[in-house]
């Protein structure tokens, strides 16, 4: 399973009134999770059965019809909140008792003896989502601990903190209590709008209705307005269509609790078929006393019996874009419409925005075409998982035009990289270094453009090369400077210089050094951290070997100059000092720790002859200036 393993790892959780979703950030893409059934959305309801297990989704749902006193459904309109504040149509339909509790609290009567507070039920929705989550991943049970919850924006602080609380009582730190509108934004990638851009939530879902206004300030989302109905949505809508089967198929007055959970669903999903086809047939076999009835709905009946509901949403619109001073009074647009201005994007949310209908609404309303490019209602779950990623450092390669995905450096001595920008730094950005030639009379080097996480320069992707010429001379003699330097659109300038000469030579490489595509880079970190150890080996390795490569003739040198002045012991000394490293670079299996010690031993066991020749050397300079 990919990158996902830790505790590190934060959830995203859409906790809705009718739906809960989960989702996570995974190789830096968001994703929602699905349960065994492969359903992403979880129904928000909770059956307290007499005994055993509480039961959680879709099988609770099915429990509403049977026992509704102990099915808990809607929980989130308890929310922190008092039983007296609640309105008598918070309550109707409930189907279960809601009681007053310790300082009027608002509390839950599956029987005599269980009472439960709202945030009871929401954490045993969360305990189901986390473990949904852990099933998909494939990770320990339990191993989830933290989430972000999105609560919708006109949430008190009250109702916040009950949210928090659920989440602490399911076992979840709860990383960001996230507004529903401002995580949606995310889904649709509107974050990466400019400063000061203004965007529409349109969230029309199971029994609410919100419209949000927000503005990005400061790299953030602010909610500059919201409007809407905590008793509005698509359940309406099922209720209505409900009534107008009841009329229009003669069904008797007398209906059961059962029948009629049976007609709603029923009703439920002709009104989900219908947002894409033109017609639907309703069934209801062996309904009622053994018979059947059976009926053909077209969207037009639809929609008739479906307006006065979906118009409902429009004085909330309406109201918060004027809050939002969007709705330009100088004129008037055609029809009833008023001119929006200001407004860069509106985005739809909510299971009941799938409605063509409710799109049509929208586009009149706002004067302007939804942005339909995320399922709306997936997008608040999915914005909850990428602020998730974000806070656990996920997300990192979503912005990718603004800085280097990868390390951008050149190939040095030994085959080594040597990076000179490293990945993730922001553009435009420059930074160079001074390079020498390695041996003596070398006449030119040839600087190899690397891109890559990799230790060595072979395992590196290699942009360009370019050859610098320079005066042949002693090692260490030439200066060659190297200056990267990348602009706003991505494209990479290096810069060579000879110093001695000044003579410039300037390769650009465009695209390249910016525009990587994401699995490339992915795979290139991932296999930087698989061979972290034998490249840093290898580097290590190499930089010895440079080393010995460097000290094993010095010191023949050296021994050659002043091997006099040392006494058999001394020179035995250094001779198997010199062996030593000899015999390190031998090995086959490069042992990189071992022939770094024998360098350091060869450098300790030379110190005495290299202090006899600066002194013979210093001698003989005062010596020819004496003689003078
Ligand atoms: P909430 O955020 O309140 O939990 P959702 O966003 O999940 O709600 O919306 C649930 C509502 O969306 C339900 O009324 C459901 O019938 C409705 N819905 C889901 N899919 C469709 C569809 N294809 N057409 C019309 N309504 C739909
Ligand atoms: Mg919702």
Redesign the pocket.
């Known amino acids: 399973m990919s990158d996902l393993q830790s505790n590190d790892l934060i959830i995203g959780i ?1 906790l ?6 989960v989702g996570v950030v995974d190789s830096g893409f968001p994703i929602l999770l699905a349960d065994s059934d492969g359903r992403r ?1 979880t129904p ?1 309801v909770v059956h307290y059965p007499v005994n055993g297990e509480v039961i959680v989704g879709t099988p609770a749902a099915r429990m509403r019809a049977v026992a509704p006193g102990r099915t808990v459904a809607s929980v ?1 309109r308890l929310m922190g909140r008092r039983r007296g504040d609640l309105e008598a149509s918070d309550l109707d339909d409930l189907g279960f008792s809601v009681k007053s509790g310790d300082g009027d609290w608002a509390e839950i009567a599956v029987d005599k003896n269980t009472r439960l507070k709202p945030e009871e039920v929401s954490a045993d929705i969360l305990r189901h989502l986390r473990s949904v989550a852990e099933s998909a991943l494939e990770v320990e049970p339990g191993s989830i601990q933290r989430a972000v919850i999105t609560v919708p924006a006109y949430f008190n602080d009250g109702q916040r903190n009950a949210t928090k609380r659920a989440g602490e009582l399911a076992g979840l730190k709860v990383e960001r209590i996230l507004n ?1 509108p401002t995580a949606a934004a995310l889904a649709f990638g509107l974050d990466k709008l400019d400063e000061n851009a203004r965007v529409a939530v349109y ?6 209705f919100d419209l949000s206004i927000l503005e990005m300030r400061d790299g953030v989302f602010q909610v500059i307005a919201t409007d809407g109905d905590t008793r509005l ?3 309406d ?2 209720a209505a269509l409900a009534n107008f089967f009841r009329e229009t198929l003669d069904l008797p007055d007398n209906l059961s609790l059962e029948q009629q959970a049976t007609l709603l669903a029923e009703s ?1 999903r002709t ?6 086809a033109e017609s639907v047939v309703i069934r209801l076999p062996f309904f009622h006393e053994g018979k059947s009835w059976e009926r053909v709905v077209s969207r037009d009946e639809f929609e008739k019996v479906a307006r006065p509901i979906i118009d409902r949403t429009r004085p909330h619109c309406l109201r918060a874009l004027g809050a939002a001073g969007l709705i330009d009074s100088t004129g008037s647009g055609p029809g009833l419409n008023p001119v929006v201005s200001g407004l860069d994007r509106v985005i739809l ?7 063509p209908m ?1 799109r049509e609404l929208v586009e009149r309303t706002f004067g302007m075409t939804p942005d339909l490019s995320q399922h ?2 997936e997008a ?1 779950a999915l914005g909850a998982a990428i602020q998730a990623g974000i806070l656990c450092g996920r997300v990192r390669n979503v912005v990718l035009l603004d800085v280097t995905p990868l390390s951008l450096g050149i190939e040095t001595f030994g085959g080594l990289m040597n990076v000179i920008i490293p990945r993730n730094t922001t553009i435009p950005a420059k930074a160079g270094e001074l390079f020498t030639n390695a041996v003596a009379n070398q006449e030119m080097m040839l600087v190899r453009v690397l891109q890559g996480e990799r230790e060595m320069a072979k395992d590196n992707w290699e942009l360009g090369q370019v050859e610098v010429a320079f005066s042949p001379g002693p090692k260490g003699s030439a200066r060659v400077g190297v200056q990267f330097s990348i602009d706003e659109n991505g494209i990479l300038n290096v810069l060579t210089r000879d110093t001695a000469t000044g003579r410039d030579q300037v390769l650009e490489i465009r695209d390249a050094a910016v525009d990587v595509d994401d699995e490339q880079v992915e795979a290139m970190i991932s296999e930087s951290v698989d061979h972290a150890f034998d490249d840093m080996n290898e580097r290590i390795w190499t930089e010895a070997k440079l080393k010995s490569d460097e000290l094993l003739p010095a010191v023949d040198r050296a021994l050659a100059a002043a091997g006099d002045a040392l006494n058999e012991a001394e020179l035995a000394t250094i001779r198997e000092a010199a062996d030593a490293v000899r015999a390190a670079v031998e090995v086959p299996s490069r042992d990189a720790a071992r022939l770094k010690k024998a360098n350091q031993a060869l450098d300790e066991a030379t110190e005495a002859l290299a202090a006899i020749i600066v002194e013979r050397a210093m001698e003989k300079a005062l010596g020819s200036s004496l003689g003078e």
């Open positions: 859409d809705g009134t009718t739906h809960s979703l959305l928000s989130k529903e969230d029309f879902g199971g029994g609410t949505g698509g359940d809508i099922d439920r009104k989900e078929a219908l947002s894409h949310v909510g299971g009941s925005s799938r409605i409710v709306p209602d608040v």
